[in-house]
């Protein structure tokens, strides 16, 4: 069983940065895949960012490339997601998730989910 923690959500303006925690115990935190997903208002849960197992891997949604960076301690059994040039549209709230062998971008894939952290973007 693994547990996931996010941390660092908050209010921003539009071209600032941020960068959330996932703090995970159980488990052994090598074997996962990572991944960060939001839900915005009204919306559905979406795919941001994943990351492979030792951290060499990374894949992006096309909405948040070139500003996001998913990274991974390790040894410090956390995952971290940077966000450059916040905009609005980025509001949400960001969760944490992990799976042994998840589909990438799937969020039906992920076993595992953090309870989320919000950011809100203004303008």
């Known amino acids: 069983q693994v547990q996931l923690v996010e941390s660092g959500g908050g209010l921003v303006q539009a071209g600032d940065s941020l960068r959330l925690s996932c703090a995970a115990s159980?488990?052994?935190?090598?074997?996962?895949?990572m991944g960060w997903f939001r839900q915005a208002p009204g919306k559905e849960r979406e795919f941001v960012a994943f990351i492979g197992y030792t951290g060499g891997y990374t894949d992006y949604a096309d909405s948040v490339k070139d500003r996001f960076t998913i990274s991974r301690d390790n040894a410090k059994k956390t995952v971290y997601l940077l966000m450059n040039s916040l905009k609005p549209e980025d509001t949400a709230v960001y969760y944490c998730a992990a799976d042994s062998s998840p589909i990438g971008r799937q969020k039906g894939s992920y076993k595992y989910w953090g309870q989320g952290t919000r950011v809100t973007v203004s303008s």
């Open positions: 159980g488990g052994t935190f090598s074997n996962y895949v």
